[in-house]
Nanobody, 114 residues
Framework: VQLQASGGGLVQAGGSLRLSCVAS????????MGWYRQAPGKQRELVAM???????YLADSARGRFNISRNNAWRTLHLQMNSLKPTDTAVYYC?????????WGQGTQVTVSS
């Protein structure tokens, strides 16, 4: 499976962005998808994840501001980010759990100015 992320950009604090990840290939074997982010000098961290049963996980830093969603066929994953803060600045990566292994898309840069 291949993942293509898009939607990053530069936004002022308090603004919103919607990230998208399009999956192609054997998407029927995807069990879960999520978004990670990596800020300069920091480790990559999980932001949000959604499982095949629809259950969602949001990191504490994202809860109340971000929402993860997908279409039923796993073809598209979204991350709606509201009330963005400068601390949300990072490269955001799409991830899929495919046949028990993690697959990464390329990152998309999100920059939040104060």
């Amino acid at each position: 499976v291949q993942l293509q992320a898009s939607g990053g950009g530069l936004v002022q604090a308090g603004g919103s962005l919607r990230l998208s990840c399009v999956a192609s290939g054997s998407i029927s074997d995807i069990n879960a998808m999520g978004w990670y982010r990596q800020a300069p000098g920091k480790q990559r961290e999980l932001v949000a994840m959604i499982a095949s049963d629809g259950k969602k996980y949001l990191a504490d830093s994202a809860r109340g501001r971000f929402n993860i969603s997908r279409n039923n066929a796993w073809r598209t994953l979204h991350l709606q980010m509201n009330s963005l803060k400068p601390t949300d600045t990072a490269v955001y990566y799409c991830n899929a759990i495919h046949r028990g292994s993690g697959v990464w898309g390329q990152g998309t840069q999100v920059t939040v100015s104060s």
